[in-house]
């Protein structure tokens, strides 16, 4: 746990810029505002779902599981349309107060695997700037980046939702490896 010791401040900064860089990229500058849409038939959508109101979780519509597919049914609704996965939350406000630190957590958490891979891949006190730009920005920009992969892969997220989410991570990985750069212990 030596790596903690020595690079605490590099993850606590690096996690404050990558949390401000997601603020200006989601709420001042446009990028992230075409991802979403309203659904042309919202309110009966909904209407519909309060008369059975499911608990948070995930869910897929038609749902079919393995073999179900193959199910006349299912074929018929699988072709017919839509197809689409949906997460329900709790209903209510939202607490963004609680996603904040959230993101900020998930942020820190990054960073903290990030420096634990820097430090013992042999970046020790003193490394130069270079060296630990290079581990730093690279790992830091697999964990921000790829990780949603599968979800474009998967759940149909549009690839063009994911291209935007690569240029936040990779503002992530950027910050978080001139961070740990210019904050390198000596």
């Not at 939202?94 to 891979?117: E, F, G, P």
């Not at 549009?158 to 240029?167: D, G, K, M, N, V």
């Amino acid at each position: 746990m030596q790596f903690l010791a020595e690079l605490w401040i590099p993850i606590l900064v690096s996690s404050g810029l990558c949390f401000l860089w997601a603020s200006l990229m989601w709420v001042l500058l446009p990028f992230h505002r075409s991802e979403w849409k309203r659904l042309p038939t919202e309110s009966d959508v909904l209407e519909a779902m309060r008369k059975s109101l499911p608990p948070p979780g995930l869910y897929s519509f038609p749902y079919a599981r393995g073999g179900e597919r193959d199910r006349a049914d299912v074929r018929v609704a699988l072709e017919k349309g839509p197809i689409g996965f949906v997460a329900i939350t709790r209903p209510g406000r939202v607490n963004m107060a609680r996603m904040m630190a959230q993101s900020v957590t998930y942020y820190a958490v990054v960073s903290t695997i990030t420096a634990y891979l820097a430090w013992h891949a042999g970046l020790k006190l003193g490394a130069p700037y270079l060296a630990v730009f290079r581990i730093v920005g690279t790992a830091s920009t697999m964990g921000y980046v790829l990780g949603s992969v599968p979800e474009s892969i998967w759940f149909g997220r549009p690839w063009r939702s994911w291209a935007l989410q690569f240029w936040d991570g990779l503002g992530f990985g950027l910050l978080t490896a001139g961070t740990f750069g210019w904050l390198w212990p000596q």
